[in-house]
């Protein structure tokens, strides 16, 4: 087995366990709704569901709709990070590991869809203002992160190139 694939399956290992775990936590532990102010004012536990994906997007669908968009989404982005996983031939342990936090969201997400029809989330923030960021959850923590590490690659490669362009102008 390669560096890629074994980077990729214990960043998707790690994720999905500890995903899984503090949502099984949180469902054992808390009522729905329940609420544990862990740092006052900026940081609760609070245990609740969405429906829907992002930002509760599409949460009031009807139900048989919702789970076959977000199955099948879900289902198709899976296929396509293995796809894409398979294709990369570089040696850096970047792509590898933001692909398997990537996979470990959206698996970690797909299990609470398939068990309760909704996703667990559970991470309160409040911002300044009184803003409060939508509850989330470490699979969706394990996305955004993946995303990132995605974005910033494709940054440091511009910049590669551009250094590379500049060396042989000169």
Known sequence: MTLKYR????????????DQ????SIVDHFRY????????????LTHVRNPGGAFSLFADG???WRMTFFVGATVLAIVLLMVFLARHEGEDWLTPSALGFVMAGAVGNLIDRLAYG??????DIHLWGGYTWPTFNVADSAIVL???????EVFLADQDLSEADESMAD
Not at 33 to 44: C, K, N, Q, S
């Open 7 to 18: 980077l990729f399956g214990g960043v998707f290992l790690v994720g999905l366990i500890l």
């Open 21 to 24: 775990w503090t949502k099984l």
């Open 33 to 44: 709704g329940e609420r544990l102010e862990v740092i006052p004012g900026i940081f609760d």
């Open 62 to 64: 009807p139900f048989e």
């Open 118 to 123: 909704e996703v667990i989330d559970f991470i």
């Open 146 to 152: 993946g995303v990132g590490l995605l974005l910033f």
